[in-house]
């Protein structure tokens, strides 16, 4: 069974552009959520998906945002990019929200650096 | 707000040695869950516990949960090389929701 399939593994970008992370959950997954993780904040908590709508927001600038797809996939971008976004993002993905319920299955991330 | 403290943050011992990591909170939570991440890799779960008092084994990995839900451990008997990575602790908040609360992390180095 496949795992959670996040692309890019690696990124470049300088400050000001815009980039856009994809995340391909396990099959038949319909939940997905996003977090970053920085050496000093450690993983944070940026959305979550299911059903094609955002059921919860983590405390992130406008910039960051995301959408979910009708075959679960999940996408999100972050636009005028800042030297402190350079982060692991990491996606994660459950067949449903459940809480504690639910295991969570991460992919191994997409290592965004800004120049 | 609710906020996980993982300590210590490093760790570094011989083969063999046991040791504790604590993940300490305020607030109740629903459940908490430790995770094992290697550099380049995502965060594996390890384990789940959910009741007050819980405690969990995992081979050489002994998880507990807090009677008031508010703390958790792991305990780890004759640490092995392998067993090097960053360990996490995260809590689901209450309500259903996948959101997670992660703790800052614990990095272990376990030496030959």
């Known amino acids: 069974k496949a795992g959670v399939t996040q692309t890019p593994r690696y990124l470049i970008k300088t400050r000001g552009q815009q980039v856009t992370l994809s995340c391909s959950p396990i099959s038949g997954h319909r939940s997905v959520s996003w977090y970053q993780q920085t050496p000093g904040q450690g993983l944070q908590f940026l959305f979550e998906y299911f059903s094609e709508t955002q059921r919860n927001k983590g405390n992130f600038p406008g910039r960051f945002s995301g959408r979910q797809f009708s075959n679960s996939r999940s996408e999100m971008n972050v636009s005028t990019l800042e030297l402190g976004d350079s982060a692991l993002y990491l996606c994660a993905s459950s067949l449903v929200p459940g809480g504690s319920v639910q295991p969570q299955h991460f992919g191994d991330g997409t290592r965004l650096s800004i120049l | 707000t609710q906020l996980l403290e993982q300590s210590p943050q490093f760790l570094s011992i011989q083969e063999g040695e046991n040791l504790t990591v604590y993940c300490n909170s305020s607030?109740?939570?629903?459940?908490l869950q430790w995770y094992r991440q290697e550099p380049g890799e995502g965060p594996v779960l390890l384990v789940t516990v959910v009741t007050g008092g819980e405690v969990k084994k995992l081979k050489r990995l002994t998880f507990q949960f807090g009677d008031a839900r508010k703390d958790s451990s792991l305990h780890i008997t004759a640490a092995q090389p392998g067993d090097t990575g960053l360990y996490l602790c995260a809590g689901h908040g209450s309500g259903n929701t996948g959101k997670l609360i992660f703790g800052q992390g614990t990095t272990l180095q376990v030496k030959p």
């Open positions: 607030s109740v939570f629903s459940s």
